[in-house]
T-cell receptor, first 116, second 111 residues
């Protein structure tokens, strides 16, 4: 149980295009989902926290207009990287917190974004 | 601001050895601490979660300890196996929901 999926697992796009990444909780309802990015050989950095039905809360230094987050349902959150540039190339990982309110976050397998 | 540091950054040991990974954090007012495993190009797998009121947690060959007052946690791996090779991340949770991660220890177990 408590499985989180991400789609796509990897994507290559041209500079200036937008890319959408989906994060789904497959067997539980997630009132809160988190989006992280990870550069090679570095740790995870929290980008934003999204609660179902409300606007996402972005961490300092993360551009909300560039990284659009939508958490429209209890099982789906999306991250759209708008007007992507090569410096946006990274590994994006989402996690979901169960509705029961336990402290555990369940992580997705990640999405590798490469912007040419 | 909470900072989490993991030492060493990389570790390579022969199979069968017992080993210890270290994690330190600057703000001792944490809610819990969690150890994760990450395989190359993959997401995170939670290994152990220690609440702030607990001193240690065990799962199989893994034992994690927490000394909140000194801002330290250790992950002990007994009888290491090649399949244990991965990056191990610790993360602390302070208050609400946010996890703060260390940079990880890349572990290689040599057959």
């Amino acid at each position: 149980g408590a499985v989180v999926s991400q789609h796509p697992s990897w994507v290559i796009c041209k500079s200036g295009t937008s890319v959408k990444i989906e994060c789904r909780s497959l067997d539980f309802q997630a009132t809160t989902m988190f989006w992280y990015r990870q550069f090679p050989k570095q740790s995870l950095m929290l980008m934003a926290t999204s609660n179902e039905g409300s606007k996402a809360t972005y961490e300092q230094g993360v551009e909300k207009d560039k990284f659009l987050i939508n958490h429209a349902s209890l099982t789906l959150s999306t991250l759209t990287v708008t007007s992507a540039h090569p410096e946006d190339s990274s590994f994006y990982i989402c996690s979901a917190r169960t509705r029961t309110g336990t402290d555990t976050q369940y992580f997705g397998p990640g999405t590798r974004l490469t912007v040419l | 601001k909470q900072e989490v540091t993991q030492i060493p950054a990389a570790l390579s040991v022969p199979e069968g050895e017992n080993l210890v990974l270290n994690c330190s954090f600057t703000d001792s007012a944490i809610y819990n601490l969690q150890w994760f495993r990450q395989d190359p190009g993959k997401g995170l797998t939670s290994l152990l979660l220690i609440q702030s009121s607990q001193r240690e947690q065990t799962s199989g060959r893994l034992n994690a300890s927490l000394d909140k007052s000194s801002g330290r946690s250790t992950l002990y791996i007994a009888a290491s196996q090649p399949g244990d090779s991965a990056t191990y991340l610790c993360a602390v949770k302070k208050g609400a929901q946010k996890l703060v991660f260390g940079q990880g220890t890349r572990l290689t177990i040599n057959p």
